[in-house]
């Protein structure tokens, strides 16, 4: 569809921002609610929206946690059967 010069669109009313992209693309009836109806997040749902973001940073500290306690674990387990294999065929003398 092409317009006749008069009523040409201007370059701005044609540009898409990228944060109403990635909103779009993330949840589309929250942003046809947004954009479209004009509504906007209640204030309860943006507390629980931050207390599940809080509990899944949390979260994933505590895998990452996790993961570093295997590793260390590992590590000292495989020390160990190294020492003992020392000992056992009389290298640590």
Same mark, same amino acid.
């Given at each position: !569809?092409?317009?006749?010069?008069?009523?040409? @669109?201007? @370059?701005?009313?044609?540009?898409?921002?990228?944060?109403?992209?990635?909103?779009?693309?993330?949840?589309?009836?929250?942003?046809?609610?947004?954009? !479209?109806? &004009?509504?906007?997040?209640?204030?309860?749902?943006?507390?629980?929206?931050?207390?599940? #973001? *809080?509990?899944?940073?949390?979260? &994933?500290?505590?895998?990452?946690?996790? #993961?570093?306690?295997?590793?260390?674990?590992? *590590? *000292?387990?495989?020390? &160990? *059967?190294?020492?003992?294999?020392?000992?056992?065929? &009389?290298?640590?003398?």
């Amino acid at each position: !569809m092409s317009f006749p010069r008069s009523e040409a @669109i201007p @370059i701005k009313a044609k540009l898409i921002r990228t944060t109403k992209l990635a909103e779009f693309v993330y949840c589309s009836k929250a942003w046809e609610l947004k954009y !479209m109806n &004009g509504v906007e997040v209640s204030p309860e749902a943006r507390e629980l929206q931050a207390a599940a #973001d *809080a509990w899944h940073i949390e979260r &994933g500290r505590s895998l990452a946690r996790r #993961d570093s306690y295997r590793l260390a674990a590992f *590590a *000292a387990l495989l020390s &160990g *059967a190294v020492l003992f294999i020392f000992c056992w065929l &009389g290298w640590a003398k």
